[in-house]
């Protein structure tokens, strides 16, 4: 049986304070939508990442009495969130949008039946929603996509195309000037000191790519962090 982690995540956030840091200024509660794939949509649980972030980590913060909405769907992909930008994110007039996508342009790859994106159109879909929310006036948090397996040290099956699209949406932040938030490498770096066992699972997911409660508070606190540093 696995023991018990315990997750020392202000140690782990400091590691990656440069990668994850934004400069952009906002003032007073804002409507921050929450756009990605199935773990986004779980993030509405009581353990999930989103509701930790609506009901317990913005009190007591210069952030409370934001507005937090979840616009997540299951299986979708990054042509998938075009498909839906204006009638999920852009008709609830958000002042910021965090973008969490890119595990099932991977995924899919791989899986009988699905179909992935290929990195050029990942890159280019990308920055076309990204461009489409900021014409808005609306700020942009952008997420680089975390595990499919726990595993160190490359091991999982995927994680060289999952290192590939990481790259992708760092480097379109770095074109569009807009915050990185590299929860590839927060997920590397906290698997690589909490993961002894070199586990596939139960780490930071329930299933390899799912979050468990403590994979739902490492996203939570980093997220956090992030639309602090917008001020």
């Known amino acids: 049986m696995m023991r018990k982690i315990v997750i020392n995540i202000s140690a782990i956030i400091l590691f ?24 986004t949509q779980l993030g509405d649980r009581p353990s999930g990442y989103v509701t930790l ?21 299951s299986g979708h992909k990054v042509t998938d969130l075009q498909k839906r930008l204006s009638r999920d994110v852009l008709e609830k007039n958000p002042t910021v949008v965090v973008i969490y996508i890119g595990i099932n342009d991977v995924w899919h790859s791989v899986l009988p039946n699905l179909h992935g994106t290929p ?3 990942f ?22 996509p975390t595990v499919i397996g726990e595993k160190k040290n490359g091991e999982n099956p995927q994680d060289s195309m999952l290192d590939e699209y990481a790259a992708v949406s760092r480097s379109v932040a770095k074109e569009l000037g807009i915050p990185l938030c590299d929860l590839r490498a927060l997920f ?24 468990n409660a403590a994979g739902n508070k490492l996203v939570a606190s980093e997220m956090v962090r992030m639309l602090q540093f917008l001020r």
């Open 188 to 211: 590397t770096a906290t698997e690589e000191k909490l993961n002894t066992g070199n586990n596939e699972k139960g780490v930071l997911t329930t299933d390899r790519v799912h979050l």
């Open 123 to 144: 890159g280019i879909v990308l920055k076309e929603i990204i461009q489409s929310i900021r014409a808005t006036k609306a700020k942009v948090i952008l997420c680089t």
């Open 53 to 73: 972030v609506r009901d317990s980590l913005l009190r007591g913060t210069w952030l409370e009495g934001s507005t937090i909405i979840n616009a997540g769907i």
């Open 119 to 121: 990195k050029d159109t």
């Open 16 to 39: 990656l304070l440069a990668g994850c840091g934004a400069s952009q200024e906002l003032s007073g509660p804002q409507r921050i939508v929450f756009f990605g794939d199935s773990i």
